[in-house]
């Protein structure tokens, strides 16, 4: 497999960031880095070369692509963007340099985690394992769940007041400020998650 995410785009990035440092129109001592599915990996890949973001924010992103490829809906297709496969013999394998948790020792940026709880695509576990890692590693950060979410957020949609189909939808534009479990369906904050 050829393909591999996270070494092409991410020179881009660091590219365009020391671009527009020399242009002047970003501040260096004020960059932050997020984004949302391949771009909450990048986020997550990020903070794992790089110290220079004094935040982030990982929204349903891949923390490790071996356990995609074993559990996210496109099986397969996701062992050849993470470069293989997790039983392809004894590792380390070529997903695993690829993978942000193989980095997460080396994380010191504030780390913001949003995931939806019923999230097929980057299913949750690959947000439950990156804060268990930071967590681990006394990495300042946040992991936010929001239940009957998936990929997509939806806020303030039908299908969030009644749990009905999705009607009138508005994707998340900012990180919310976590809700108290008993007013649904906003998201819920695991400050201190059971069993992790």
């Known amino acids: 497999m050829d393909i591999a995410f996270g070494l092409d785009e991410w020179t881009d990035i660091v590219s365009g960031i020391d671009l527009l440092i020399a242009d002047g129109v970003a501040d260096p001592d004020r960059l932050g880095i ?39 809906e496109l099986g397969a297709q996701e062992a050849g963007l993470g470069g ?44 439950t394992f990156f804060h268990r890692a930071l967590r681990r590693f006394g990495v300042e950060h946040e992991f936010v769940v929001y239940p009957r979410e998936g990929h997509t957020i939806w806020i303030n949609s039908e299908r969030g007041r ?8 508005r994707p998340l534009r900012r990180p919310p400020s976590p809700r108290a479990a008993s007013s649904p369906p906003g998201p819920r904050a695991l400050t201190r998650p059971v069993g992790c």
């Open 84 to 127: 293989s496969f997790g039983w392809e013999g004894n590792g380390p394998h070529h997903h695993d340099r690829l993978s942000p948790i193989s980095s997460a020792s080396k994380i010191r940026t504030p780390v913001l985690i949003l995931h939806g709880e019923d999230d097929t695509n980057v299913p949750l576990g690959q947000a």
């Open 34 to 72: 997020g984004g949302w599915s391949h771009g909450g990996f990048m986020a997550a890949w990020a903070v794992g070369q790089t110290d220079r973001f004094k935040a982030a924010l990982m929204g349903a992103g891949i923390s490790d692509w071996g356990m995609l490829a074993a559990t996210g």
């Open 162 to 169: 009644r749990g009905g189909a999705r009607t009138g939808p």
